[in-house]
């Protein structure tokens, strides 16, 4: 072999991790250019769970580096989750040189077969604040990214100023679902992927779920700990509705304010788990796994 293809070999290896392509300047690197072991070791947790993104890299495309955060969540959704949102909206951010990759995850970054893009062209105006990035599309759209990670706060805020396109291009689109099994942009809106044909879970399904089955909505959308605890509760609850029926049938004397206050906690139960199972079918998740 000669020096300049074993120079060529050792270069080839030094931009991969984990077989995928990397800019270890900004992966590697603090924002003054200087390597911190501690930033290897943070980027290297955070990429080994992306081992499914080369399949939707293009060709040319590197990956910048890797954060945490959570996936947009409007007010009333942050509400009425309690702030359990900040578990159960987790997200990867994945800048490349072209994009950024949106990856809603489980709880401990597991990939849930769900990926976003949201490419450079179409962004208008990106700006991290604090634990935001608040993102505004050239078709007027706005979202937030909340609970970014502290570790690359500084990084995102250096890299962010290199990538809005300020050539005056137009775009309609936003943040956009790709099909796990094809890659290809799935149509917003539509719960199956036009060039395959993969189907992803409905809204309308999980709303049904819900409601007929305890911690149904949940199980649904793949959510087996908040399922578990709402299946529990609603559990509980009908069996003491039962219980009161019972002894009401049976001429046994029942306060009737028991009853109602029951009642009312079941129906609010389902309420809130047909509200979060319906947020959670936003993320178009496969019916099977591809
Ligand atoms: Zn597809």
């Known amino acids: 072999m000669t020096s300049n293809n074993q120079s060529q070999t050792v270069k080839l290896v030094r931009d991969k991790v ?5 800019n270890r300047n900004t992966l590697l690197n603090n924002t003054n250019g200087t390597y911190r072991k501690k930033i290897e070791e943070r980027q290297r947790a955070l990429i080994v769970k992306i081992s499914f993104i080369k399949t939707f890299l293009n060709t040319g ?11 947009p969540i409007n007010l009333w959704g942050q509400i009425l989750s309690g702030g359990l949102f900040i578990f159960f909206n987790r997200s990867l951010l994945v800048f490349t040189n072209q994009r950024v990759f949106h990856v809603p995850t489980t709880r401990k970054y597991g990939y849930r077969n769900c990926v976003a893009q949201i490419r450079y062209d179409d962004i208008e105006k990106i700006e991290a604040k604090g634990h935001c990035l608040a993102i505004t599309y050239k078709n007027s759209t706005q979202e937030t990214f909340l609970c970014l990670a502290r570790k690359e706060r ?9 990538i809005v396109t300020r050539a005056k291009t137009k775009s309609k689109k936003d943040r956009t679902y790709l099909c796990p099994q094809c890659t290809h942009p799935v149509t917003p809106k539509t719960h199956r992927c036009a060039t395959c044909g993969l189907a992803f879970k409905s809204a309308r399904e999980s709303g049904r779920r819900a409601i007929l089955l305890p911690g149904g ?9 908040l399922g578990t605890g709402a299946a529990v509760l609603e559990s509980s609850l009908l069996f003491v509705l039962g219980g009161l029926a019972f002894a009401t049938l049976n001429g046994i004397a029942v306060n009737p304010v028991l009853l109602v206050i029951a009642g009312a906690v079941l129906m609010s139960l389902k309420i809130l788990s047909i509200f979060h199972a319906k947020r959670f079918t936003l993320d178009l998740i496969p019916q099977q796994s591809p």
Do not use: M, N
């Open 18 to 22: 984990f077989g995928l392509p990397v």
């Open 61 to 71: 495309e590197v990956i910048q580096f890797l954060t945490t955060a959570c996936s």
């Open 154 to 162: 500084k990084k995102i805020k250096r890299f962010i100023d290199t």
């Open 217 to 225: 909505g949940y199980f649904y959308t793949h959510h087996p700990v």
